[in-house]
C-alpha cells in the first residue's frame, strides 16, 4: 500500500508538471483534515509520510491513530481537500509555464465557439482567441490545428486565462523567426514592422553579416521562405524592406514600388513630404491609403504624398509670402525651406520658436514670419475648402442626372451605321425612281404600312 502511494503521488506530478514534495505536503494537509472532521477540529493532529517507503504516521493529541478507522466522511473531506489543493497547484505551474512562453508562438487545436472567439486546446489546458485578434475574413472549424501567438497570460477566479493572438504584429515576427533560420540566428535582424492584418505587412530587415542577402534569404529560393509565412496568414501581402539608417532612403524604400522624385524631411514636425510623379500617386497611397499609412508606421515619420504641382505650388506660394515679411531675404527664406518646411501652413506649425533657435533670427523677426503665414495659411485653408465644396457639387449634380438611354443610344448609332452602308447600295426592288433607301427610310415606310394596315386601309406602295 505505501510503494503504491508513491507512485500515485509521481504519476499526479508527472501528469500535471506538479512537484513531488508539493503532492506530498498537500496530502498530509488532507489527512489531517480528516482527522479534525471524525474527532473535532480543536484536536491537535500530525500527519507525517515517508518520502522513501510512503509509510503514513498519524497521531492526535500525541496518540497514534490508524487512518483506516476514519470512516467515509472524512475520506470525503479529505479528497475534497487534495484535489482543491492539486488545482491550485496545477494553476500555478500553468502560469509559470505559459508566462516564461509569452511572446512565442502555440500550435493547438479548434475545440469549440464562445461567440465570434475561438478556445483552443494547447495541452494542459485551453487559450482563448478573442475576434479582434483573429485576422478578418478567416474561418476555423473545431478540430482545426491552428498556430497562434500566447499574447498575454493572467490569473482569473479558478483558471488561468491564456489569451492568442493570430493578428498582433508579432505573430509575423514570430513566422519568420521559424521559417528563416538567419532570423532565428540573429544574422537578419528584423527592425521594424507595419501590419494590417488580413491586407498587408511590411518588414524592415538588415543583416549584420555583408555575405548576406536580408532580403533575398527572407525570401528564399523561388519564394519558397515568404510563400509559407503568406499561406500561414491566408494570403496576406507581405513587403520585404531592406532597411537603411537613412530616413529618406528608408521612407523610399518603404513606399515601393512606386517611384520617388524628391523627399523633403521636416524634423520639428516629425513629417516627410515625398513627390511623386502623377502617374504614380495612386500607387504610392495604395489602395485607400494603405501602402502610405504601412509606410508611415514603418518608418515612424508622418508621411504626405504630394505631386510636382502641388509641391511646387506650396514652395512658390511660401516663397511670395516670405518676400512680403520686412526684414526676410533670400537666405532666410532659403534657410526655411531646408527646414523641410514647404508650405505657409508648417511655417505656423513649427512657431517662432524654433525659427529663433534654428535660424538663430530675432524673436521679432520670427513672429513677423509666422503672423503673415498664418493669415496666408487661412487664405489657403479657405480656398482648399472651396475647391472641395466645388467637387462635392459637381459630383451631387452627376449623381442627380438622369441616367442615360444606353439601348436608345446603341439602336441610334446601329441604324446610323446601315444608313452608312446602304449609301451607294443598289435601288431598292420596287423603287421607281432607282435612287437607293436607309436603313431609316426603310424603318419609316415598314412603320407607316403597319399604321395603314391596323386602320384596315390598303398598304401604301412605296414610290
Request: a negative charge; aromatic letters at 2%.
Amino acid at each position: 500500500m505505501s510503494s503504491e502511494l508513491l507512485r500515485i503521488v509521481d504519476a499526479i506530478s508527472r501528469d500535471k508538471n506538479i512537484d513531488k514534495e508539493g503532492v506530498l505536503a498537500d496530502l498530509e494537509t488532507a489527512m489531517v483534515s480528516a482527522i479534525r472532521k471524525a474527532y473535532g477540529a480543536e484536536r491537535d493532529a500530525t500527519v507525517t509520510i515517508d518520502r522513501l517507503s510512503g509509510a503514513i504516521a498519524a497521531t492526535m493529541d500525541g496518540a497514534p491513530i490508524a487512518m483506516a478507522e476514519l470512516g467515509r466522511i472524512a475520506a470525503q473531506t479529505a479528497k475534497q481537500v487534495m484535489i482543491q489543493r492539486i488545482r491550485e497547484a496545477e494553476r500555478g505551474s500553468i502560469f509559470e509555464e505559459f508566462s516564461d512562453r509569452k511572446g512565442t508562438i502555440v500550435t493547438g487545436t479548434v475545440a469549440r465557439f464562445e461567440g465570434g472567439a475561438l478556445v483552443v486546446n494547447i495541452g494542459r489546458t485551453e487559450g482563448f482567441l478573442p475576434k479582434s485578434q483573429q485576422i478578418p475574413g478567416e474561418t476555423h472549424q473545431p478540430g482545426e490545428r491552428v498556430r497562434a501567438l500566447i499574447l498575454e497570460v493572467r490569473e482569473a477566479p479558478h483558471q488561468v486565462k491564456i489569451v492568442l493572438s493570430r493578428a498582433h504584429p508579432d505573430f509575423i515576427r514570430r513566422l519568420f523567426e521559424l521559417e528563416v533560420p538567419e532570423v532565428a540566428e540573429r544574422i537578419i535582424e528584423i527592425k521594424a514592422l507595419a501590419r494590417e492584418a488580413g491586407y498587408r505587412t511590411k518588414v524592415a530587415v538588415t543583416s549584420i553579416d555583408s555575405k548576406v542577402d536580408a532580403v533575398g534569404a527572407c525570401v528564399g529560393v523561388r519564394g519558397s521562405r515568404i510563400k509559407n509565412i503568406v499561406e500561414e496568414l491566408g494570403g496576406e501581402k507581405i513587403d520585404i524592406v531592406r532597411w537603411n539608417e537613412s530616413s529618406q532612403i528608408l521612407i523610399s524604400n518603404a513606399l515601393k514600388p512606386a517611384e520617388i522624385q524628391d523627399i523633403a524631411l521636416c524634423f520639428e514636425l516629425g513629417r516627410a513630404t515625398v513627390v511623386v510623379p502623377e502617374d504614380q500617386l495612386s500607387l504610392a497611397i495604395g489602395k485607400r491609403g494603405q501602402n502610405v499609412r504601412l509606410a508611415a508606421r514603418l518608418t515612424g515619420w508622418d508621411i504626405d504624398i504630394l505631386t510636382p504641382r502641388e509641391y511646387n505650388r506650396g514652395l512658390d506660394r511660401l516663397a511670395t509670402t516670405l518676400r512680403t515679411v520686412e526684414g526676410v531675404d533670400d537666405v532666410i527664406a532659403e534657410k526655411i525651406t531646408l527646414l523641410g518646411m514647404i508650405s505657409v501652413m508648417d511655417v505656423e506649425e513649427v512657431g517662432a520658436e524654433t525659427l529663433v533657435e534654428e535660424l538663430k533670427v530675432a524673436p521679432e523677426l520670427a513672429e513677423r514670419i509666422v503672423n503673415i503665414c498664418a493669415e496666408e495659411a487661412k487664405k489657403v485653408q479657405a480656398e482648399l475648402e472651396a475647391e472641395q465644396a466645388a467637387a462635392e457639387a459637381a459630383k451631387l449634380a452627376a449623381a442627380q442626372a438622369p441616367p442615360i438611354d444606353e439601348a436608345a443610344v446603341d439602336a441610334f448609332r446601329s441604324a446610323s451605321a446601315k444608313d452608312e452602308e446602304a449609301v451607294g447600295a443598289p435601288a431598292t426592288p420596287g423603287s421607281e425612281s432607282g435612287e437607293p433607301t436607309t436603313a431609316a427610310q426603310n424603318a419609316e415606310v415598314a412603320a407607316g404600312s403597319s399604321e395603314h394596315s391596323a386602320e384596315g386601309a390598303a398598304p401604301i406602295e412605296t414610290t
